[in-house]
């Protein structure tokens, strides 16, 4: 899955020519001598060094932030399991959360959180994998943390029982899911035999049968040091993380030799085609078909992974340009190429009207019968290629994808080489190639696919593999074929109208980020216009007086650039982000989408399709509906009371004249425009200020009201068909103009939150009622609501909120202990340090911020008073704002 991901990157080679490479550099250890002399070091450089028993560990620097990501990767997931013990790698993920040798139920997550950092562990079909974030000072505790959690996992059997019951939980999630159900369907059909056959999670009767000694033995078989490695990436000195590497893991001994695991076989002659049928309560249709590829290493990857992204890997591909622009079958479709280490797939998916189905089918089978990859433009193979590079240049953006890309290609590929060489490839790949590996793999007796229908469908699997059998016939399978100026540092200018300009200069990357923000979005609608900004947002970027929809997104697309539009209940929003190269290209169009948008009357039905679409596939979800109606239920009046995206009805009554007059009055506010990352900063200035002349009107000013909370306090949804029941208790509190309460409420989140949070040791930990339990804010200027979210069985509603009170009376009868409350703080820094790590994340979170007449280091200026809340302050926080009498309760319930 991750390669997936990953190599979707592309030819980095072209990108960073201008560059410097980052060395690295391989280091063996027969005999011990001096840690300084083993390893030298310049910064940036990527050094790997192998223990005496085999244990790799690479180490990266990183000084961009105080941080340090860590990670300890095990050759062994859910592929490595026999089929009597499928989930126990999952299971074991689990359990190493539940108490060690040396620490008890919690207590890792307790001591990382304390810090300011965070961690979790995740399991793949090929590997699981331990891994924490923490402050460079922190980053002994972090190695001794997920090493202790990897071999001192005590698995208490009384913890092991509860924490079976919380897997469960997750696993009745997943089937909630339409894309959990579409993809374990399918890995069961196109890996069938393998022990890739089976989900990662597991079988209800697996996970309830594993005992404490099968995972022991789990452990005794598969945790060899030499079928590790430990990566570290961050402000470190490499050599005090190797000194603690040795301490930590140098004497560990392998028990049993390591034998590679063999390829899947690809048989010369399919059993298929295969269509599989399952009815639901859903709303939508979603579909998965999808042909097995090879393993992660073959020489192949590199061509299907161009192969998908032309087919369907974005908006200008080819499956969505025909099934979704133009013949308007789909809301959506994709094709990915996803490689494990011993098989892969070719996947396309589709989400669709039921009525659509047998025509969109029929139309995907003739389009994939008759397709040849010759058709492709050299335009198009560009584009492509150049989005792959840029997708995987951009996993350097934050710590944590910079040591899962190195770890990556440390782990299953021998070194950063690896990633070269695999750019390389796809620098080679050319339409004969194309030709020759669809022809292979791209076949009618290899396709294997899986519908989830509506319950009252007629459809049956029979009538589709028909379908497949009369167009697309065996016989016919081999058819026809910049040098930028960056400013000196942050700063903010005056712009004429009202508005204001934003520079955060960060040189790290060759890249620029820009959030232009207005007050507004639903707040300046009518009665009877819901969804009106969604939708005009939606339709904003679709096109402009010079370019049409499609010429936009080719655009965009051959300069590996982004931009999108969106609207919230106080603002509206137009962000891009692209390759500071590109810079004089991109700065016209954006101003020209923006002045001169085209909303095209074709285009503005496409959009308002995409909107029916989205808000029937969030009803599908538990979360979805509960989320959609949670400010209509809770405020009655001012935008807040809207359904934000209307209702399907709301929508088809929208006109383009509503369109057009909505965005006439929102354009004219002052805007704020935020600008991260590499810039010409008196270009940006200069265009800046020539944007706002020609929008913005002056004196036209946006009011945040204060809305009115509604009398009726409970709420219940109903979905039926799903496993899970979830309940969010919703108690009212101030808006963020108050920062002292709001300094003390985020300090309060912090605390119930987490894995190491109160909720969580709790509800979970203690009683085993969820796999997730948490608590979360959220604020505009003049209102917010805390909330705490528990999904559980449906027959544990009453426990959990019985729960919750329990939770809220013990923080209001008593005060906590001081070191509960730092580890909250430390959350608090931690989190902010991980979220703003992306150049996008910081010019939002400054332009959405001064929009709101908020200053732009309010985030920051939250933490440092959060530092000052004492214990009696929380409590008195807890009894002012967080009475059960006072809450509103919403469910979601089967």
């Known amino acids: 899955m991750f390669r997936k991901l990953l190599l979707l990157g592309g030819m980095l080679m072209v990108l960073t020519s201008c560059q410097h490479h980052a060395k690295q550099t391989t280091i063996e250890t027969p005999a011990p001598q001096p840690l300084a002399d083993l390893l030298k070091s310049a910064p940036g450089e990527t050094n790997v060094v192998k223990l005496k028993n085999g244990l790799t560990v690479l180490i990266k620097q990183d000084d961009r932030f105080p941080l340090v990501n860590a990670r300890l990767?095990?050759?062994?997931?859910?592929?490595?399991?026999?089929?009597?013990?499928?989930?126990?790698?999952?299971?074991?993920?689990?359990?190493?959360?539940?108490?060690?040798?040396?620490?008890?139920?919690?207590?890792?997550?307790?001591?990382?959180?304390?810090?300011?950092?965070?961690?979790?562990?995740?399991?793949?079909?090929?590997?699981?994998?331990?891994?924490?974030?923490?402050?460079?000072?922190?980053?002994?505790?972090?190695?001794?943390?997920?090493?202790?959690?990897?071999?001192?996992?005590?698995?208490?059997?009384?913890?092991?029982?509860?924490?079976?019951?919380?897997?469960?939980?997750?696993?009745?999630?997943?089937?909630d899911s339409p894309g959990s159900m579409l993809f374990k369907t399918l890995q069961g059909m196109i890996w069938k035999g393998s022990s890739y056959e089976w989900p990662i999670i597991g079988f209800r009767d697996t996970v309830r049968g594993l005992t404490s000694e099968d995972i022991h033995n789990?452990?005794?078989?598969?945790?060899?040091?030499?079928?590790?490695?430990?990566?570290?990436?961050?402000?470190?000195?490499?050599?005090?993380?190797?000194?603690?590497?040795?301490?930590?893991?140098?004497?560990?001994?392998?028990?049993r030799p390591v034998t590679p695991p063999e390829p899947i076989a690809i048989p010369a002659k399919g059993a298929g085609p295969t269509v599989v049928t399952l009815p639901g309560q859903w709303n939508k249709v979603y579909l998965g078909a999808a042909f097995p590829i090879p393993h992660a290493a073959s020489a192949k990857c590199a061509g299907l992974d161009l192969l998908a992204q032309l087919l369907g890997g974005d908006d200008t591909s080819r499956l969505y340009r025909k099934f979704k622009y133009e013949e308007q079958l789909v809301d959506d479709i994709s094709m990915s190429a996803m490689t494990l280490e011993r098989g892969g797939m070719l996947y396309v998916s589709a989400t669709l009207d039921a009525d659509k189905v047998e025509k969109f089918w029929t139309g995907l089978t003739a389009e994939l019968a008759a397709f040849n990859p010759d058709e492709f433009t050299d335009q198009e193979i560009r584009r492509a290629k150049l989005n792959m590079e840029d997708s995987l240049f951009l996993a350097k953006e934050t710590l944590s994808g910079?040591?899962?890309?190195?770890?990556?290609?440390?782990?299953?590929?021998?070194?950063?080489?690896?990633?070269?060489?695999?750019?390389?490839?796809?620098?080679?790949?050319?339409?004969?190639?194309?030709?020759?590996?669809?022809?292979?793999?791209?076949?009618?007796?290899?396709?294997?696919?899986?519908?989830?229908?509506?319950?009252?469908?007629?459809?049956?699997?029979?009538?589709?593999?028909?379908?497949?059998?009369?167009?697309?016939?065996?016989?016919?399978?081999?058819?026809?074929?910049?040098?930028?100026?960056?400013?000196?540092?942050?700063?903010?200018?005056?712009?004429?109208?009202?508005?204001?300009?934003v520079l955060l200069p960060d040189a790290t990357l060759p890249y620029t980020a820009l959030s232009l923000y207005f007050a507004g979005g639903d707040g300046i609608l009518t009665k009877g216009q819901a969804g009106l900004a969604a939708l005009t947002a939606r339709a904003l970027t679709r096109g402009n007086l010079k370019m049409t929809a499609t010429q936009l997104e080719d655009f965009l697309s051959d300069h590996a650039a982004s931009m999108s539009a969106s609207a919230g209940r106080n603002v509206f929003a137009l962000e891009a982000k692209?390759?500071?190269?590109?810079?004089?290209?991109?700065l016209p169009v954006i101003r020209q989408t923006l002045t001169a948008p085209a909303f095209d009357s074709a285009e503005v039905e496409r959009a308002r399709q995409d909107q029916i679409a989205s808000i029937k596939s969030r009803e599908d979800r538990p979360l979805g509906l509960a989320f959609r109606h949670l400010f209509?239920?809770?405020?009655?009046?001012?935008?807040?009371?809207?359904?934000?995206?209307?209702?399907?009805?709301?929508?088809?009554?929208?006109?383009?004249?509503?369109?057009?007059?909505?965005?006439?009055?929102q354009a004219m506010h002052p805007f704020t425009l935020a600008v991260c990352g590499q810039f010409d900063e008196k270009a940006i200035e200069s265009w800046?200020?020539?944007?706002?002349?020609?929008?913005?009107?002056?004196?036209?000013?946006?009011?945040?009201?204060?809305?009115?909370?509604?009398?009726?306090?409970?709420?219940?949804?109903?979905?039926?068909?799903?496993?899970?029941?979830?309940?969010l208790m919703v108690f009212p509190i101030p808006g963020q103009t108050d920062l002292e309460d709001s300094a003390r409420l985020e300090l309060l989140k912090a605390v119930l939150s987490g894995q190491s949070g109160l909720l969580f040791r709790d509800l979970r930990d203690k009683q085993g009622l969820a796999y997730t339990v948490t608590a979360f804010n959220w604020q505009s200027v003049r209102t917010g609501f805390t909330a705490l979210y528990i999904g559980t069985d449906p027959d544990k509603i009453d426990t959990s909120l019985d729960g919750f009170k329990r939770v809220l009376a013990d923080l209001s009868a008593k005060t906590l202990p001081e070191e509960e409350l730092t580890r909250a703080r430390n959350i608090l820094l931690g989190d902010y340090?991980?979220?703003?790590?992306?150049?996008?994340?910081?010019?939002?979170?400054?332009?959405?911020?001064?929009?709101?007449?908020?200053?732009?280091?309010?985030?920051?200026?939250?933490?440092?008073?959060?530092?000052d809340v004492t214990p009696a302050e929380l409590r008195d926080t807890v009894r002012k704002y967080l009475d059960p009498a006072k809450a509103y309760l919403v469910k979601v319930m089967p």
């Not at 060899?224 to 140098?250: C, H």
């Not at 009252?456 to 026809?480: H, N, R, Y």
């Not at 692209?578 to 991109?586: E, G, K, Y």
């Not at 340090?833 to 911020?849: F, K, N, P, V």
């Open 688 to 727: 800046a200020a020539g944007l706002a002349n020609t929008m913005t009107v002056p004196g036209d000013v946006y009011d945040f009201v204060t809305p009115e909370w509604n009398t009726k306090r409970d709420e219940t949804f109903h979905l039926p068909g799903r496993n899970q029941a979830h309940l």
């Open 402 to 501: 910079l040591a899962s890309k190195a770890a990556y290609f440390q782990f299953f590929e021998g070194g950063e080489e690896a990633e070269q060489n695999y750019l390389f490839e796809l620098n080679q790949v050319n339409r004969r190639e194309m030709r020759t590996l669809y022809r292979e793999f791209v076949r009618p007796d290899r396709l294997s696919a899986c519908v989830l229908l509506p319950r009252e469908s007629k459809l049956t699997a029979e009538a589709l593999t028909g379908i497949v059998a009369k167009g697309w016939p065996m016989d016919q399978t081999v058819a026809k074929a910049a040098d930028v100026a960056t400013g000196g540092g942050e700063k903010v200018v005056d712009l004429p109208g009202g508005g204001r300009l």
């Open 218 to 255: 789990y452990i005794t078989r598969f945790y060899q040091p030499q079928s590790m490695m430990l990566a570290v990436v961050g402000k470190v000195d490499p050599d005090k993380v190797l000194a603690e590497a040795e301490k930590l893991l140098g004497g560990l001994k392998n028990t």
């Open 578 to 586: 692209f390759p500071v190269r590109f810079t004089d290209d991109l």
């Open 632 to 665: 209509p239920f809770l405020y009655t009046s001012g935008p807040y009371s809207m359904l934000h995206q209307g209702t399907a009805q709301d929508v088809e009554k929208l006109s383009h004249a509503d369109i057009m007059r909505f965005w006439g009055r």
């Open 833 to 867: 340090y991980q979220e703003h790590q992306s150049l996008i994340s910081r010019s939002r979170e400054a332009a959405s911020l001064m929009a709101r007449g908020m200053d732009r280091d309010y985030a920051e200026a939250l933490i440092n008073r959060a530092k």
């Open 73 to 175: 990767y095990v050759h062994a997931g859910s592929g490595y399991e026999t089929p009597n013990e499928a989930g126990i790698s999952h299971l074991l993920e689990h359990m190493v959360f539940k108490g060690t040798k040396k620490r008890g139920p919690g207590q890792s997550a307790r001591d990382i959180e304390s810090v300011g950092g965070n961690m979790n562990a995740a399991t793949s079909f090929d590997y699981t994998v331990y891994y924490v974030e923490v402050p460079e000072e922190r980053m002994a505790l972090g190695l001794d943390v997920i090493t202790d959690m990897a071999f001192h996992a005590a698995i208490a059997p009384e913890e092991l029982k509860s924490e079976k019951e919380v897997v469960l939980k997750e696993l009745e999630r997943g089937e």
